[in-house]
């Protein structure tokens, strides 16, 4: 059983960066690729973005390439999501999950551990 508690979450102008970290415990850290979602008020949770077990591997949706990035330290059992040129309308819960799969996924369905989430707001 994989444990993930993120951090990091907070209230931020538009434009603005937070840096979101994850850490993990529990289980074989490096038998996860491991992935970021979010979910905004009355709506489904969605991808935002998801590394290989190596770290070597990245996957991003479309909305974020170029703003955020994805990275993870083994050594640590951590991963984080730095975000840039933050949107009012990526305010949401962000959450961190964990999947026992050897591919890149952004199916929600792809991933069996989920952290409890934290919130990031940001304003106009």
């Known amino acids: 059983q994989v444990q993930l508690v993120e951090s990091g979450g907070g209230s931020v102008q538009a434009g603005g960066s937070l840096r979101l970290s994850c850490a993990a415990s529990g289980g074989t850290f490096t038998s996860y690729s491991m992935g970021w979602f979010r979910q905004a008020p009355g709506k489904e949770r969605e991808f935002v973005a998801a590394?290989?077990?190596?770290?070597?591997?990245?996957y991003y949706a479309d909305s974020v390439k170029g703003r955020f990035t994805i990275s993870r330290d083994n050594a640590k059992n951590m991963i984080y999501l730095q975000m840039n040129s933050l949107k009012p309308e990526e305010t949401a819960v962000y959450y961190c999950t964990a999947a026992a799969v050897p591919y890149l996924s952004g199916s929600r369905y792809s991933y069996d551990y989920w952290g409890q989430g934290t919130q990031v707001t940001v304003s106009s």
């Open positions: 590394i290989s077990w190596s770290g070597e591997r990245t």
